[in-house]
């Protein structure tokens, strides 16, 4: 059996509250301590240096100048993992979340060492988008409420959000928000199930 697609054995052990709960103590020290965020927030200078360890832990970093950052990640994380996590299993949920939230801030890093933009990367948005589409995947009849009034299917809302990022990252428009990586989410999932699990996610989105 080809080694990329070796099954994980199933479990189910709420590992998306685990997830939740590391971020939120993460954002605790950070309240606490500065160097925190310097430490783990993916700097593109210090990860030249050798700081390889922050392509990783930039996802359970966010902006510890508001509230909000945090809150809607982590409210999208609960909504769309709890759901994904059941179908695919605990294990494979955290090896798919940390795989497209590390792939994410690998193409936003070459991509600022390359243009030479001095940005600082934090935030889970980047592996939340590669849940939104696994969610859409699954579940492609399932009916989303965005800002809890316009109901969407999750198909239609993984090609909204993904026009949007495109849009965002073509015209400059907010330029605080990390497009890019929100795309680089979603292209990693989708290779993601491609190469792990043999799914076309666009027949899935389809209904295919």
Known sequence: MNILRKPLRYNYN????YLIGITVLVYLAQMMFRHVTIYLAMIPD???????????????????QGFTHILFNMLGLFIFGIQVERRMGSNEFIL???VTGTMAGIVSFLMYYF??????????????Y?????FA????????????IIPMRAPVMVVSFTALALFFSFTGMQRS????THLS???????????????NPWRALRGR
């Open 14 to 17: 709420s590992a998306v509250y």
């Open 46 to 64: 210090l990860v030249m240096r050798g700081w390889v360890w922050q392509l990783l832990t930039y996802m359970f970093v966010h902006s510890p």
């Open 96 to 98: 798919f979340y940390l």
């Open 115 to 128: 243009t030479g933009t001095s940005a600082i990367l934090l935030g889970a948005s980047g592996a939340l």
């Open 130 to 134: 590669g849940v939104m589409l696994a």
């Open 137 to 148: 995947v699954y579940f492609p009849d399932a009916i989303i409420y965005i800002w809890g």
């Open 177 to 180: 928000v990390a497009h890019l």
């Open 185 to 199: 989410g979603f292209a990693a999932a989708w290779l993601y199930f491609l190469i792990r699990f043999g799914i």
